[in-house]
Every structure is written in structure tokens, then in C-alpha cells.
């Protein structure tokens, strides 16, 4: 949401609301789909998607007049990750982890209420949604939002908690606070956490916390397997090790 600070430019925080509305929603929006979604008249909208596009940060199709993304989006993408430390130094690390587990392994970032996907390495035949980078899973649902958590204070842990807007993503999706607590609880103990199913039916995951010198968490390594090949028991005894060690690596 934009901001209320005297020092922000208000035009370039409508811009980037003009971008967002595009997040969760179909790949082409008309004007008036981007100014209910925005709240801004359908004259600052136009405005706006035509320097956007001009840019390449939108693209028009040439005969509905929708808009899309542009492509210049991903050069942001592409620089951010270029120049992250954090995921050049864990690359090689994962995909070392990736040839001993063969299976799935990601890197995720905290950002806000959520952890965000920002490296991925396919094991076998995935959805395209679990093949993206940029995805973004709620902490209390995600085992590598639970291992980011279990390194915060308790009561820091339990504010994020709290200020979560907890709902059930799958019949497995844990949404008591204490029960995610007791869960957060755990992966403190035993230095990695484990959900199973809880963000997609089928899906087994076990991750393990990055810190900084100070201890703080700073993301999270992650392995994924599927219901179909593991025992939820088993897959999390295997596992939790081998993303715990991968962990320490990263760090140094």
C-alpha cells in the first residue's frame, strides 16, 4: 500500500500499484479492470500503463488493447539475483545437495508475512508454479517459513503468528496457533522443520535456516519430496540432516 510519508514520490508509488494489480489475477487486464483493482480514476491509469509500456514494463496486445507484464520486469529480476551474495554463495552449495537427495531443493528469502522462492532446482516432472521463481507461501504454512521462525525469539515468533492471516490452503494446513507454534517449537530443537501437505496435496518438505553472524534468520534451504515415493517419517529423517548441513554450509 502506498505510503504516507512526505518524502515518497506519489506518482511512482501509483506506478508500482499499476504493476501490482496484476499479481494473483489473469495474464491480460483492460484499463478498467487495473482501476478497480487499483482504486485510481481510469484517467490516472491510462496515464500510467502508457509511460509503463512505453518503458517495457507493460505490453499492450495489439487487438483486445489489454495489458500484460513487459519484459523488462525480468531484468529486475535478473539483476537482483545477479548481485545477491547470499544466493551465489548457497548456488553451488544447493546444487551439490540437489545430486546427493535428487530431489527438488530451493532457497527462499523471508519478506514480510511470507518467504519467497528465489532459487529452484527441479528433480523430476513439476507443475509450473512449483518451477517459478518469485512464489511466495505464507511463513506459518511452509516449512522453511516455520525454520525461519523457529530462530526469531519466542515471542517474536509468536507476533508473526499472531499478525498471520492463518487459513486452511489444503485439508492438512495447520491453523491453530498453538499447534504451528509446537511445530516452530520443534524445528528449534531439532535445527530443521517439516510440513507435509500443508501448502500442496502430495508434497513432503523439509528446510533448514540460513542465519546471520548475529544469529538472525536470513533464509531457508528446502528439499521437497512427494507422498507417492516417501514415508512422511522417514522422508523427514533423511532429509532434515542433509538440509541441516547444507545450511551450515552456506553460512560458513
Same mark, same amino acid.
Given at each position: 500500500?502506498?505510503?504516507?510519508?512526505?518524502?515518497?514520490?506519489?506518482?511512482?508509488?501509483?506506478?508500482? /500499484?499499476? !504493476?501490482?494489480?496484476?499479481? +494473483?489475477?489473469?495474464?491480460? &487486464? %483492460?484499463?478498467?479492470?487495473?482501476? *478497480? @483493482?487499483?482504486?485510481?480514476?481510469?484517467?490516472?491509469?491510462?496515464?500510467?500503463?502508457?509511460?509503463?509500456?512505453?518503458?517495457?514494463?507493460?505490453?499492450?496486445?495489439?487487438?483486445?488493447?489489454?495489458?500484460?507484464?513487459?519484459?523488462?520486469?525480468?531484468?529486475?529480476?535478473?539483476?537482483?539475483?545477479?548481485?545477491?551474495?547470499?544466493?551465489?554463495?548457497?548456488?553451488?552449495?544447493?546444487?551439490?545437495?540437489?545430486?546427493?537427495?535428487?530431489?527438488?531443493?530451493?532457497?527462499?528469502?523471508?519478506?514480510?508475512?511470507?518467504?519467497?522462492?528465489?532459487?529452484?532446482?527441479?528433480?523430476?516432472?513439476?507443475?509450473?508454479?512449483?518451477?517459478?521463481?518469485?512464489?511466495? /507461501?505464507? !511463513?506459518?504454512?511452509?516449512? +522453511?517459513?516455520?525454520?525461519? &521462525? %523457529?530462530?526469531?525469539?519466542?515471542? *517474536? @515468533?509468536?507476533?508473526?503468528?499472531?499478525?498471520?492471516?492463518?487459513?486452511?490452503?489444503?485439508?492438512?494446513?495447520?491453523?491453530?496457533?498453538?499447534?504451528?507454534?509446537?511445530?516452530?517449537?520443534?524445528?528449534?530443537?531439532?535445527?530443521?522443520?517439516?510440513?507435509?501437505?500443508?501448502?500442496?496435496?502430495?508434497?513432503?518438505?523439509?528446510?533448514?535456516?540460513?542465519?546471520?553472524?548475529?544469529?538472525?534468520?536470513?533464509?531457508?534451504?528446502?528439499?521437497?519430496?512427494?507422498?507417492?515415493?516417501?514415508?512422511?517419517?522417514?522422508?523427514?529423517?533423511?532429509?532434515?540432516?542433509?538440509?541441516?548441513?547444507?545450511?551450515?554450509?552456506?553460512?560458513?
Amino acid at each position: 500500500m502506498p505510503s504516507s510519508s512526505s518524502l515518497n514520490v506519489k506518482s511512482v508509488e501509483k506506478a508500482f /500499484v499499476v !504493476l501490482g494489480a496484476f499479481s +494473483g489475477r489473469s495474464r491480460f &487486464l %483492460s484499463l478498467g479492470d487495473i482501476a *478497480e @483493482a487499483t482504486g485510481l480514476d481510469k484517467s490516472a491509469v491510462q496515464r500510467f500503463t502508457r509511460t509503463l509500456t512505453t518503458l517495457g514494463y507493460l505490453e499492450q496486445d495489439k487487438a483486445t488493447r489489454h495489458y500484460c507484464l513487459g519484459r523488462r520486469v525480468l531484468d529486475l529480476s535478473y539483476e537482483y539475483l545477479r548481485s545477491n551474495t547470499l544466493i551465489e554463495r548457497a548456488a553451488p552449495i544447493l546444487v551439490d545437495l540437489r545430486r546427493a537427495v535428487r530431489e527438488r531443493v530451493d532457497l527462499t528469502l523471508p519478506d514480510g508475512e511470507d518467504v519467497l522462492y528465489v532459487f529452484r532446482l527441479q528433480s523430476k516432472r513439476e507443475t509450473l508454479h512449483a518451477a517459478l521463481i518469485g512464489r511466495r /507461501v505464507p !511463513l506459518y504454512c511452509s516449512a +522453511g517459513g516455520r525454520a525461519i &521462525l %523457529s530462530c526469531l525469539p519466542q515471542e *517474536e @515468533a509468536q507476533a508473526a503468528i499472531v499478525r498471520a492471516c492463518l487459513r486452511k490452503v489444503t485439508p492438512r494446513t495447520l491453523t491453530d496457533p498453538e499447534q504451528i507454534m509446537a511445530e516452530i517449537d520443534k524445528a528449534r530443537r531439532t535445527g530443521f522443520a517439516f510440513q507435509a501437505e500443508e501448502w500442496r496435496l502430495g508434497e513432503l518438505v523439509v528446510a533448514a535456516p540460513i542465519v546471520d553472524r548475529e544469529g538472525r534468520p536470513v533464509a531457508a534451504i528446502h528439499v521437497a519430496g512427494s507422498t507417492a515415493e516417501w514415508d512422511p517419517a522417514e522422508f523427514a529423517d533423511r532429509m532434515g540432516p542433509q538440509v541441516v548441513a547444507a545450511a551450515q554450509d552456506v553460512r560458513g
